[in-house]
């Protein structure tokens, strides 16, 4: 076993959900995934989160997404190395300043047809790369868009966690 995942063993409930929280803001997964402590390693955890996942619906996976920054978002990508939001999707802000201001503009037509900010898992993803999957994407309905968004959760999810095996 780990030692954080030992330290997250031996957290108090309290503790132990706000760490799940930083991993995905969804209450339900977090709250389900809490209820399957102790874990005895990375493989029981992992598989607890896609049970857990498989729990939620659509106000879950919104509640989830509310607690990403947006593909490119400027703020989000000033606040360093160390932040979450540099560490999966750093590669915006080495791309072309057109790819940049298409990905803001392309965002908020997103926002403004489906009602929830584009999600995808960056990691390993460029800019343009991630452009093309949006484009795509506004062509799909909501509901698709939705069941889509909610696979790219599970992901970026399950990176995070890996991450604390790391």
């Not at 954080?4 to 991993?23: G, I």
């Not at 399957?36 to 989160?49: M, N, T, Y």
């Not at 509310?66 to 978002?73: A, F, M, Q, V």
């Not at 949006?134 to 698709?144: A, I, N, P, T, Y």
Request: glycine content about 6%; charged content about 25%.
């Amino acid at each position: 076993m780990s030692k954080r995942l030992e330290t997250f063993n031996a957290l108090t409930e309290e503790a132990a959900l706000v760490q799940l929280l930083r991993v995905c803001t969804s209450t339900v997964w977090a709250r389900a995934v809490l209820d399957q402590r102790p874990f005895k390693d990375q493989a029981a955890l992992l598989a607890a989160s896609e049970a857990a996942w498989q729990l939620t619906g659509e106000a879950d996976w919104l509640e989830a997404f509310e607690g990403h920054p947006k593909i490119g978002d400027a703020q989000a990508l000033q606040g360093g190395a160390e932040t979450t939001a540099m560490q999966e999707q750093g590669q915006v802000s080495r791309a072309l300043a057109s790819t940049r201001e298409a990905l803001a503009r392309l965002n908020q037509i997103y926002l403004d047809r489906f009602g929830f900010i584009f999600i995808i898992c960056a990691s390993g993803r460029s800019a343009e790369a991630m452009r093309a999957v949006l484009e795509l994407s506004l062509e799909r309905s909501r509901g698709d868009e939705l069941r889509r968004a909610a696979g790219e959760q599970l992901q970026i999810m399950t990176r995070r966690l890996g991450a604390w095996f790391e």
